[in-house]
């Protein structure tokens, strides 16, 4: 039994989530209700028993095209609007349940992502995006700055500068370049969308979900580490892992040669 939603569709199938946003006529933009929903429902999910992971896609020709506009109507004259408000009190909780997920949260995005929309999809581990998806970072445009954790995200993944190229001069992408300069993991044929989220899920609801978490929190923590530092996170993390049903189960599939059958235990 899943709670109802009214801006995203949420469904949970073998232990893998899957939230699917769904505004299509605007693009999927973000709302305060939508924001809110996508929030609920990682809540949602966090709190299943055995989930496994997290799925993350777009109806429609768009994935996400960052605040919906429509919603900042002009104020009366001399008043202006406090951004950070909303930022605070939406983007901030939806971002922190994003990171701190007990399970891997893959994005799967299936058209153009934009301010907002593209440092939402910046936001989840693994990214996958057709190949008419673009990025466009879209801020500059209306004279903002990156927000919902962008300007954080951009410079690790591709470097400063390419980043600065792309926030200050606001470039589109499209999903092959996006790829090919380690923004996102991969760019599949738009034919293959669906067959990608349930290859995916499908990999997901059999995976070692406690490896695949530490090995995220390993690589996480890698960029304010030093060598031997991480070197002790491993070790502590592997000793860990080391007491595992799915080690055990790895192992012993291993000396069957035979595949596991992880339980994410
Ligand atoms: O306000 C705050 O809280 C501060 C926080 C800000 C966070 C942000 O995300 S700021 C950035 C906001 N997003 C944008 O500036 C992107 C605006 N959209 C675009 O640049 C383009 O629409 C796209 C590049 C995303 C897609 O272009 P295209 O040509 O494929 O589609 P389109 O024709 O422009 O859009 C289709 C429809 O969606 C259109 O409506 P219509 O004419 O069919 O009735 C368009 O107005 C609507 N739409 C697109 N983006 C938004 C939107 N409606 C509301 N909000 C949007 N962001």
């Known amino acids: 039994m899943t709670t109802h939603y009214e801006q995203i569709v949420f469904s ?3 232990g893998v989530a899957r939230i699917t946003l769904n505004r299509p006529e605007r693009l999927n933009s973000f709302t305060d209700v939508m ?21 993350i896609t777009g109806a429609g020709r768009g994935f996400c095209a960052g605040q919906d506009l429509a919603d900042r109507k002009p104020l009366p004259a ?7 408000e909303g930022l605070m009190t939406g983007y901030r909780p939806l971002l922190e349940r994003l990171r701190s997920m007990p399970v891997p949260v893959v994005c799967v995005v299936n058209g153009v ?8 999809v910046l936001a989840c581990d693994v990214v996958f995006a057709v190949e008419s998806a673009k990025f466009v970072p879209a801020f500059n445009k209306i004279g ?11 410079p690790r993944l591709v470097g400063e500068g390419r980043a600065m190229g792309m926030a200050l001069f606001g470039e589109t992408l499209t999903a092959r370049q996006a790829a090919d300069c380690g923004l996102i993991w991969r760019c599949v044929p738009d034919a293959d969308l669906d067959k ?6 499908a990999t997901l609801a059999q995976a070692p979900t406690k490896a695949l978490v530490a090995t995220r929190q390993a690589l996480r923590a890698s960029a304010d580490n030093t060598l031997m530092q991480q070197f002790d996170l491993e070790a502590e993390l592997q000793r860990a892992m080391g007491y595992t049903e799915d080690y055990l189960e ?5 000396a069957e040669k035979r595949p596991p059958r992880f339980m994410g235990e």
Do not use: C, K
Request: hydrophobic share 45%; glycine share 14%.
């Open 78 to 84: 001399g008043q202006r609007r406090d951004l950070s």
């Open 144 to 154: 903002l700055v990156p927000d919902m954790g962008g300007s954080w995200f951009l």
């Open 196 to 201: 990608t989220l349930d290859e995916v899920s």
């Open 12 to 14: 949970l199938v073998d």
């Open 250 to 254: 790895g192992m012993t599939a291993f």
């Open 35 to 55: 924001r809110g929903e996508i929030t609920r429902a990682l809540d949602e999910a966090h709190d299943t028993p055995g989930l496994r992971g997290v799925v």
């Open 113 to 120: 992502a934009a301010g907002a929309g593209m440092s939402f």
